[in-house]
């Protein structure tokens, strides 16, 4: 990856993919992110204005984001041309009261290609390029978890489905090679360096079962994790939201053991709870569901103990090492003394290729202030943890 050449990539790119589309019209979604940024940048270069950008506002971007994102890209140094399609109700009816994660993934990935499939067959676009990348590509072939964005390599015929001949300019490139294209294009600082977004959206962030409250209380936590983090440059950062709900699990009292040993407290200051909710996980290089264990540790005062991180990464490696039913190990923040319905959790990890990540290291300070914000801003919000799981065990998102 070091020896990655941006310029020649494009001199080989660009007119292949003139090659490959002639004179045909084709159809982009942009998100924002870098990958489909780059994308739409090379094929405009080859096509010009056979090229048409659509931002999907499917109710899982962030806050203002597909108007803001519109003016970003259709402003100069790119001049893409931008249009932003109002497709919410359509995705939130679709996604409605579906729990697992990969069923979820799959109705998006198909409710987003058939909204693109209408779109091309009005616009007359025979073409469709998305900025699906090699990890993309390698998480979902190796069944670690649907990319929504891999069709062809999963065997699924885009012009039977779809209606549309599907164009994959950087599907050869990781993402630290993206942002060195970007960079070489052009592109803004605030798109080039963006934060990774999944496809669809805070759909996988909001875990389990969608409702409106659920997800508008996402949006703000995520409003607010942005805020807070991104001086500390972690390579990705975000919250995801959880329903509140505990099962009983056999094994917490070897956990709870585990937690008193490696942080050297009383085994009395320790609450271990297992949630309802699972999570997506790795075994044997395998998407895996497991079990999402939450940890609270309380001081002698009866203040919430903030261990260093590297003992919090050495709990993780234990429990996860011993018992592969968890694939998430959250640490208390803050929390409220009401039960609500919801819990925030935090995760920033440090990664070169999104295969394999460790956690960041926020200082406390950090993730006290967001617990606080978040616990201010969001009503029904009863807890704020930090996710303090590596990849492996866990996978970066956590459907």
Not at 349 to 378: G, H, M, Y
């Amino acid at each position: 990856m070091q020896d990655f050449n941006p310029a020649k990539f494009i001199d080989t790119s660009v007119p292949e993919i003139r090659a490959l589309i002639g004179n045909r019209k084709a159809l982009i979604a942009v998100s924002g992110g870098v990958d489909s940024t780059v994308c739409a940048v090379l094929v405009k270069k080859a096509i010009g204005e056979n090229l048409l950008c659509v931002i999907l506002d499917d109710a899982f971007m962030r806050k203002g984001e597909p108007q803001h994102i519109a003016q970003i890209l259709s402003a100069s140094p790119l001049g893409l041309p931008m249009k932003v399609l109002d497709v919410q109700a359509r995705f939130l009816q679709a996604l409605s009261n579906l729990r697992d994660a990969e069923e979820k993934r799959k109705m998006f990935r198909d409710t987003f290609y058939k909204v693109l499939g209408e779109t091309a067959k009005k616009e007359r676009c025979e073409m469709l390029v998305q900025g699906t990348i090699k990890a993309d590509v390698l998480e979902t072939t190796g069944g670690v978890k649907t990319q929504h964005n891999v069709l062809k390599q999963m065997g699924i015929n885009t012009i039977e489905e779809y209606g549309f001949k599907v164009v994959e300019p950087i599907e050869t490139l990781f993402k630290s090679q993206v942002r060195i294209l970007a960079r070489h294009l052009g592109v803004p600082t605030e798109i080039a360096e963006r934060q990774p977004f999944p496809g669809p959206g805070l759909s996988v962030r909001v875990v389990g079962e969608i409702t409106p409250e659920k997800l508008a209380s996402e949006i703000e936590a995520t409003s607010v994790v942005e805020k807070h983090f991104t001086k500390h440059d972690p390579s990705q950062f975000f919250a995801a939201t959880i329903d509140n709900n505990a099962v009983s699990y056999p094994r917490t009292s070897q956990i709870k053991e585990t937690v008193a040993r490696v942080l050297n407290v009383p085994a009395r200051h320790v609450l271990v709870k297992i949630l309802e909710a699972k999570a997506t996980g790795l075994q044997g290089g395998k998407r895996a569901y497991g079990g999402i264990a939450t940890i609270r540790v309380q001081t002698e005062n009866q203040l919430l103990h903030q261990p260093p991180l590297a003992q919090l990464s050495s709990l993780q490696a234990e429990i996860t090492g011993k018992d592969q039913f968890p694939t998430r190990i959250l640490y208390t923040i803050k929390e409220k003394f009401n039960t609500q319905p919801y819990i925030t959790v935090l995760r920033a990890i440090q990664t070169r290729d999104f295969l394999t990540a460790k956690v960041s290291d926020i200082p406390w300070t950090t993730l006290n202030e967001t617990a606080d914000e978040i616990l201010q801003t969001c009503t029904n919000i009863a807890a704020v943890y930090y996710d303090i799981t590596s990849k492996p065990p866990a996978t970066v998102e956590f459907e």
